[in-house]
């Protein structure tokens, strides 16, 4: 496989891969996800800003040329992975699809868009097919939409327990790191870290402040995304709508799909905090049926994509650091909510890597989901 190997035409052969935004922080986090899960490729393209024209990228033991994204850019791919922010998805997905290729979109661009599937395999992997969507050809090029790196992770420890129990209400927090604000946050977080510690007469203070425009070392603050009316900011937002759509609870689906019939109410508070890739998540969660924390422990030990990792005797819980470039989002602290009736209510703390599971991993997973339908209808 080489960046510009020549690609038969045939439904069979593995699919002309692009990813859009390859220099950035979950771009380059494709390359890794692509390469430890040996996804098949027939040749892969590396497109990115004319800035980066040029620019060589590690891939296994090759090294790739990154090209400039333009618009012919797609006239030999199968499957766009885009991670460039919402405007490039907005403009460049649809000449994608346009091509003949499918679009796993890392964006909100196209999430709450009717007709795209909003995915996480562990919960809702149906949502591909259901909306025709698949590698064949060309024939069923799409979009298929990645949700927010907050949703999925949150997904992931709660799912299988709305499940098992129906989960009527989830009040969660967020303790989100740099990275989900792309690769430049995270070296001003470095900047700003080296800059306090070096800070005369030992006051703290940093001049780097151009991503947040405030002090992030040694701080943290509510979520940078825009405050919408009501007070609510969009990442906010972007939990209750998202899991809405991903559960079948959307309006345009009424109550929602079994096997709830619950329309889920949420409440979320997303703060920025000075950790670097991995995102933590504290779950409140209301439940209508029965789930004692006992059961709740033994689902989530059983689920795909979890450790469970709550040793109250060592006081080990889960923590971002730990979290990070693992492919797992971590579950701990699962415990009664005293405040609620007996089985109704429990608490739980998650912490996930952002960049993988919140990002690249997840659309990976949504591409080896296209490759599987692809085997299966054959
Ligand atoms: P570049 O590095 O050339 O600017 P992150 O989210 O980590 O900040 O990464 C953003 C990604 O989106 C980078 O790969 C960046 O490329 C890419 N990008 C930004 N602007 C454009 C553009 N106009 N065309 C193509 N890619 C872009």
Same mark, same amino acid.
Request: aromatic content about 6%; hydrophobic content about 40%.
């Given at each position: +496989?080489?960046?510009?190997?020549?690609?038969?035409?045939?439904?069979?052969?593995?699919?002309? *891969?692009?990813?859009? $935004?390859?220099? $950035?922080?979950?771009?380059?986090?494709?390359?890794?996800?692509?390469?430890?899960?040996?996804?098949? +490729?027939?040749?892969?393209?590396?497109?990115?800003?004319?800035?980066?024209?040029?620019?060589?990228?590690?891939?296994?033991?090759?090294?790739?040329?990154?090209?400039?994204?333009?618009?012919?850019?797609?006239?030999?791919?199968?499957?766009?992975?885009?991670?460039?922010?919402?405007?490039?998805? @907005?403009?460049?997905?649809?000449?994608?699809?346009?091509?003949?290729?499918?679009?796993?979109?890392?964006?909100?661009?196209?999430? +709450?868009?009717?007709? *795209?599937?909003?995915?996480?395999?562990?919960?809702?992997?149906?949502?591909? #097919?259901?909306?025709?969507?698949?590698?064949?050809?060309?024939?069923?090029?799409?979009?298929?939409?990645?949700?927010?790196?907050?949703?999925?992770?949150?997904?992931?420890?709660?799912?299988?327990?709305?499940?098992?129990?129906?989960?009527?209400?989830?009040?969660?927090?967020?303790?989100?790191?740099?990275? !989900?604000?792309?690769?430049?946050?995270?070296?001003?977080?470095?900047?700003?870290?080296?800059?306090?510690?070096?800070?005369?007469?030992?006051? !703290?203070?940093?001049?780097?402040?151009?991503?947040?425009?405030?002090?992030?070392?040694?701080?943290?603050?509510?979520? =940078?995304?825009?405050?919408? #009316? $009501?007070?609510?900011?969009?990442?906010? +937002?972007?939990?209750?709508?998202?899991?809405?759509?991903?559960?079948?609870?959307?309006?345009?689906?009424?109550?929602?799909?079994?096997?709830?019939?619950?329309?889920?109410?949420?409440?979320?508070?997303?703060?920025?905090?000075?950790?670097?890739?991995?995102?933590?998540? #504290?779950?409140?969660?209301?439940?209508?049926?029965?789930?004692?924390?006992?059961?709740?422990?033994?689902?989530?030990?059983?689920?795909? !994509?979890?450790?469970?990792?709550?040793? @109250?005797?060592? =006081?080990?819980?889960?923590?971002?650091?730990?979290?990070?470039?693992?492919?797992?989002?971590?579950? $701990?602290?699962? @415990? @009664?909510?005293?405040?609620?009736?007996?089985?109704?209510?429990?608490?739980?703390?998650?912490?996930?890597?952002?960049?993988?599971?919140?990002?690249?991993?997840?659309?990976?997973?949504?591409?080896?989901?296209?490759?599987?339908?692809?085997?299966?209808?054959?």
């Amino acid at each position: +496989m080489s960046s510009d190997a020549p690609s038969p035409s045939s439904s069979s052969r593995a699919p002309r *891969v692009a990813i859009v $935004g390859a220099t $950035g922080a979950v771009g380059e986090e494709f390359l890794r996800v692509l390469h430890q899960r040996a996804f098949p +490729m027939t040749s892969l393209k590396l497109l990115a800003s004319p800035r980066s024209a040029g620019k060589t990228l590690p891939f296994g033991d090759q090294t790739l040329t990154v090209e400039a994204l333009d618009a012919d850019a797609f006239h030999d791919v199968d499957l766009a992975l885009f991670s460039a922010g919402g405007s490039i998805s @907005r403009e460049y997905a649809p000449l994608a699809v346009a091509a003949g290729a499918v679009v796993v979109d890392n964006s909100s661009a196209f999430r +709450m868009t009717d007709g *795209v599937p909003l995915v996480v395999p562990e919960v809702n992997p149906d949502a591909i #097919s259901d909306a025709g969507i698949g590698l064949r050809d060309g024939l069923d090029a799409g979009i298929i939409a990645n949700p927010n790196c907050s949703t999925i992770i949150m997904l992931l420890a709660v799912n299988p327990l709305h499940r098992f129990a129906g989960v009527e209400r989830i009040v969660v927090s967020t303790y989100q790191a740099a990275s !989900g604000a792309g690769a430049a946050a995270m070296r001003e977080l470095e900047q700003q870290t080296r800059e306090a510690l070096a800070a005369p007469g030992g006051t !703290g203070q940093v001049v780097s402040q151009d991503i947040f425009g405030q002090q992030y070392a040694f701080n943290l603050f509510s979520h =940078n995304s825009p405050l919408q #009316s $009501g007070g609510y900011n969009q990442e906010e +937002m972007k939990m209750v709508h998202e899991t809405h759509k991903i559960w079948g609870q959307d309006a345009e689906r009424g109550s929602g799909a079994a096997p709830d019939r619950i329309r889920t109410g949420i409440t979320a508070t997303c703060i920025r905090v000075p950790v670097m890739r991995a995102h933590a998540e #504290s779950i409140n969660l209301t439940f209508r049926d029965e789930c004692s924390e006992i059961k709740a422990s033994a689902l989530l030990k059983d689920a795909p !994509g979890i450790t469970v990792q709550d040793d @109250r005797g060592a =006081n080990a819980f889960p923590t971002p650091v730990q979290a990070s470039h693992q492919d797992d989002v971590f579950v $701990g602290r699962v @415990r @009664r909510d005293l405040s609620q009736p007996e089985g109704r209510g429990l608490d739980l703390f998650v912490c996930g890597d952002q960049v993988r599971k919140g990002a690249a991993l997840n659309a990976v997973q949504i591409a080896e989901l296209l490759l599987e339908k692809r085997t299966a209808d054959r």
